[in-house]
């Protein structure tokens, strides 16, 4: 594809549209402000009202800088109603004329009452769509009170957890999470699923899905980004709450969180505590082939099952300050301990053509494994005098280490071999550093300028150890075939530029972002050396037209990468057991990917429809392929693929009737062509591939709400066979009690018991079936208790507002 033309056809098509633009709407624009400390109020209810009969035209709430854009306003004169919860409602006048109308920083006064026992309730939609992200608000899901990370995801649009735990976006398991918008070492490609299925989801404000971030975001992950906001309450005085849960087989979970904040200083913090109780079964079918006759030549069998009781241990602290409207700073820490015992049994059976054993055998497991993480940020942010010009520096600094003893134990029934032990320790270390600067100007009323530079520095350990039991010694002797260790350093310089740019209808940003990254990995243990240097250049465009004040269309297009991690390179076997051997490929290239996305958004006071159309061609994509070394050993590594291509169609609608019902429904209907003549398949495989996500909220009476959610995931290609269907369904129910201080929540999910992961391996040497399923349902009941007290004024009257 030629990525030149392509921008040419984009900046065309909507060059024509420009031309046709009238100058009879005007953007009327503001942010929300503390009247005292002058910071910005998130999620503030704004409504653009007729003056005439105070009837609502337009509503929405305010981003995470307090602002607020009215788009395709007719010109006339207007009312601007805004409030927040403990704060005064206020009303001003504006006047609309043909361009961009600033109102500037408008004040709101917190209301002068004192308080025990604030039930804060928000206003806000459990899902706001645009064409290029959804933001999901995780405090109004009833499974957030008592689940995990996973199980959130499994509720976002365009999302799909499966499992073990793997998400993709968009039919993509190349997709890069954040938390606070910042990479983390417990979510690398190992153990991303693990951190996610312990990760407690009520720690969690909302998660943001952006499927083509512009040249500001970093370019890694092949469908986007999902970005997990931790809560970090800023209203005045101080409020909390406290949740617990208790579920079935030993399930338990809690967490605090408290907020202080007297007035240009706001002190936050949080801690919550997991165990879990987790059953894995897998059950594995093999045929081996003759890879020239295809006649079957052996078989084997197993059947596994897998006890994990992780213990989970997450707390936030920090502060920010604000001495003044145009400076704040800020401090703040994260550390999560996660400590795990695995018991795994496996029976494998190998036999000949004739079914007759030739090895038959239990491998056994015992393995306590130990993570810890912590992470430090701070923060200083500089508000230039003129109105949203700011300049912002953040230093990121966090450490990951992980430790896995494993003890095994092969038990053989055929032949007649005496028991042996094998042990097996891991650990593996994660430094990062990220340095940040970013600088944001509105030059006029429809253009803006951002700018800055990202500093990303990674070192990675990985140590293996093996040892067996000698018999004859009476001890354990060290496997130096299997020992190894491997050194990988990663430091990525990136400058980036955005200019946006709006004539009335039509709207443009160009973005285009310069990154060097120095790759360096080094085995120990062979002495030898990798080196990967590349400067690469990633550009973004996002056009947008305004059919009408409810309908929007946009054009998008970036390239983006997917680089290997250090465990992706390491070319020295690892043995997951004496049959099955992982290794990496030191000649693993990073993935090009280009993606072009097309959407509409029509939206009105109780629907919204977004379908988008979206395309992405990948160059030297990553497969992951089996080979058999021998009769009964398969290697696992990875390799480039020619080329890979997909398409897809997503459809979100999103529907509410008043305040008893609410409900979204996405889908996404996924082509997708693999073309791996460079591995020996010689055929482009392809299929086409759907999913569904379904999520409602009934809200029978103000106190008692009952939410129900659904997916369903067709058929996935792999380039050496296939992954069956999954449907999952999950339901909880909410009840609020004394004045809504107290919430009792039930959760049920996996309510069917359907959930299985079952895949297909077929190739010239063998075939496979295999199925792995999850020990469900899980049933949690908790409680959730919310406080605070607000500093106000007595001579003022509470008010509340209750605006949706």
């Known amino acids: 594809m030629n990525t030149r033309n392509l921008l040419a056809v984009l900046l065309l098509c909507f060059s024509v549209l420009s031309v046709e633009a009238q100058q009879s709407t005007s953007t009327v624009l503001g942010t929300?402000?503390?009247?005292?400390?002058?910071?910005?109020?998130?999620?503030?209810?704004?409504?653009?009202?007729?003056?005439?009969?105070?009837?609502?035209?337009?509503?929405?709430?305010?981003?995470?800088?307090?602002?607020?854009?009215?788009?395709?306003?007719?010109?006339?004169?207007?009312?601007?109603?805004?409030?927040?919860?403990?704060?005064?409602?206020?009303?001003?006048?504006v006047t609309a004329d043909k361009g961009r109308i600033n109102v500037g920083s408008l004040p709101i006064t917190l209301l002068n009452v004192a308080m025990n026992?604030?039930?804060?309730?928000?206003?806000?939609?459990?899902?706001n769509t645009s064409i290029d992200r959804k933001s999901y608000d995780v405090t109004k899901d009833i499974m957030a009170q008592s689940g995990t990370a996973s199980d959130v995801l499994k509720n976002v649009p365009s999302v799909e957890v499966d499992i073990e735990g793997n998400v993709s976006l968009r039919g993509s398991g190349d997709v890069m999470i954040l938390i606070n918008g910042r990479t983390s070492p417990l979510l690398g490609k190992l153990n991303k699923a693990e951190v996610l299925q312990q990760f407690p989801a009520n720690t969690i404000e909302r998660i943001e899905v952006i499927t083509n971030p512009s040249?500001?975001?970093?370019?890694?992950?092949?469908?986007?980004?999902?970005?997990?906001?931790?809560?970090?309450?800023?209203?005045?005085?101080?409020?909390?709450?406290?949740?617990?849960?208790?579920?079935?087989?030993?399930?338990?979970?809690?967490?605090?969180?408290?907020?202080?904040?007297?007035?240009?200083?706001?002190?936050?913090?949080?801690?919550?505590?997991r165990q879990d109780n987790r059953l894995r079964t897998i059950i594995t079918s093999r045929d081996y082939l003759d890879a020239t006759t295809h006649a079957t030549t052996g078989y084997y069998s197993e059947d596994?099952?897998?006890?994990?009781?992780?213990?989970?241990?997450?707390?936030?602290?920090?502060?920010?300050?604000?001495?003044?409207?145009?400076?704040?700073?800020?401090?703040?820490?994260?550390?999560?301990?996660?400590?795990?015992?695995?018991?795994?049994?496996?029976?494998?059976?190998?036999?000949?053509?004739?079914?007759?054993?030739?090895?038959?055998?239990?491998?056994?497991?015992?393995?306590?494994?130990?993570?810890?993480?912590?992470?430090a940020t701070a923060f200083y942010e500089h508000n230039f005098p003129c109105e949203d010009h700011t300049l912002r520096v953040e230093f990121n600094v966090s450490s990951s280490k992980e430790v896995e003893n494993n003890a095994y134990k092969n038990i053989y029934h055929a032949p007649g071999n005496s028991t042996s032990l094998d042990n097996n320790r891991i650990f593996q270390g994660d430094d990062q550093q990220q340095l940040t600067v970013d600088y944001s100007h509105v030059i006029n009323e429809s253009s803006k300028l951002e700018a800055?530079?990202?500093?990303?520095?990674?070192?990675?350990?990985?140590?293996?150890?093996?040892?067996?039991?000698?018999?004859?010694?009476?001890?354990?002797?060290?496997?130096?075939?299997?020992?190894?260790?491997?050194?990988?350093?990663?430091?990525?310089?990136?400058?980036?530029?955005?200019?946006?740019?709006?004539?009335?209808?039509?709207?443009?940003?160009?973005?285009?972002?310069?990154?060097?990254?120095?790759?360096?990995?080094?085995?120990?243990t062979k002495d030898t050396s990798i080196k990967n240097d590349y400067l690469k250049l990633y550009p973004t465009i996002h056009l947008a037209y305004e059919l009408t004040g409810t309908s929007q269309l946009q054009l998008n297009y970036s390239r983006r990468v997917h680089r290997p991690e250090g465990d992706d390179i390491n070319p020295f076997p690892e043995y997951q057991d004496p049959?099955?051997?992982?290794?990496?490929?030191?000649?693993?290239?990073?993935?090009?990917?280009?993606?072009?996305?097309?959407?509409?958004?029509?939206?009105?006071?109780?629907?919204?429809?977004?379908?988008?159309?979206?395309?992405?061609?990948?160059?030297?994509?990553?497969?992951?392929?089996?080979?058999?070394?021998?009769?009964?050993?398969?290697?696992?590594?990875?390799?480039?693929?020619?080329?890979?291509?997909?398409?897809?169609?997503?459809?979100?609608?999103?529907?509410?009737?008043?305040?008893?019902?609410?409900?979204?429904?996405s889908t996404n209907f996924f082509y997708n062509q693999i073309n791996a003549s460079n591995l020996g398949y010689f055929d482009k495989k392809t299929i086409i591939s759907f999913s569904t996500n379904f999520n409602s909220t009934f809200t029978l009476t103000p106190t008692t709400m009952i939410q129900l959610s659904a997916n369903y995931r067709s058929?996935?290609?792999?380039?050496?066979?296939?992954?069956?269907?999954?449907?999952?369904?999950?339901?909880?129910?909410?009840?609020?009690?004394?004045?809504?201080?107290v919430s009792i929540i039930l959760a049920v999910s996996d309510v069917l018991k359907s959930q299985q992961q079952k895949s297909e391996l077929n190739t010239t040497y063998l075939k496979q079936i295999s199925i792995r399923r999850a020990d469900q349902p899980v049933i949690y009941l908790g409680v959730s208790y919310r406080f605070g007290k607000l500093i106000k004024k007595p001579e003022d009257k509470l008010q509340f507002d209750n605006a949706q």
């Open 32 to 93: 929300i402000v503390d009247k005292t400390s002058k910071s910005p109020i998130e999620f503030a209810n704004v409504e653009l009202l007729n003056p005439k009969d105070s009837m609502v035209i337009k509503g929405m709430v305010t981003d995470n800088k307090g602002k607020f854009s009215f788009d395709q306003v007719k010109n006339g004169t207007y009312l601007i109603r805004y409030s927040f919860i403990g704060y005064e409602k206020t009303v001003i006048a």
């Open 452 to 524: 800055g530079y990202s500093g990303s520095f990674n070192q990675q350990d990985f140590n293996f150890y093996f040892e067996n039991y000698d018999n004859n010694a009476g001890k354990f002797l060290a496997d130096k075939i299997k020992t190894n260790q491997f050194l990988f350093n990663q430091s990525i310089h990136a400058l980036y530029g955005t200019y946006q740019k709006n004539y009335n209808k039509f709207g443009y940003s160009l973005g285009l972002r310069l990154e060097e990254a120095i790759v360096k990995g080094y085995q120990v």
């Open 715 to 741: 058929a996935r290609l792999t380039p050496q066979g296939k992954n069956y269907p999954s449907f999952v369904m999950n339901t909880g129910i909410r009840q609020d009690v004394f004045k809504k201080k």
């Open 579 to 665: 049959y099955n051997v992982r290794a990496g490929n030191a000649k693993l290239l990073p993935e090009i990917i280009h993606s072009v996305e097309f959407g509409y958004k029509w939206q009105n006071k109780n629907f919204s429809f977004v379908p988008s159309l979206y395309y992405r061609y990948k160059q030297n994509g990553f497969t992951q392929v089996t080979v058999a070394l021998n009769d009964s050993v398969l290697l696992t590594t990875q390799q480039n693929l020619s080329n890979d291509q997909s398409a897809g169609l997503e459809l979100i609608f999103s529907a509410k009737a008043g305040k008893f019902f609410s409900s979204n429904l």
């Open 117 to 127: 026992n604030v039930t804060v309730t928000s206003s806000k939609p459990l899902l």
């Open 215 to 273: 040249a500001r975001y970093k370019p890694d992950g092949t469908s986007g980004i999902i970005n997990i906001v931790l809560k970090k309450t800023v209203k005045g005085g101080w409020n909390g709450s406290v949740t617990a849960n208790a579920g079935n087989r030993d399930r338990y979970n809690a967490s605090a969180t408290l907020n202080y904040k007297p007035g240009k200083l706001n002190i936050f913090g949080n801690y919550g505590i």
């Open 304 to 375: 596994g099952s897998s006890v994990t009781n992780p213990l989970t241990h997450l707390a936030t602290l920090g502060f920010t300050y604000a001495p003044d409207k145009n400076n704040s700073f800020g401090l703040s820490g994260n550390y999560q301990n996660r400590d795990q015992l695995k018991n795994d049994i496996n029976t494998k059976i190998f036999s000949d053509k004739n079914h007759v054993y030739t090895s038959y055998f239990d491998r056994l497991r015992v393995d306590p494994e130990t993570e810890k993480e912590k992470d």
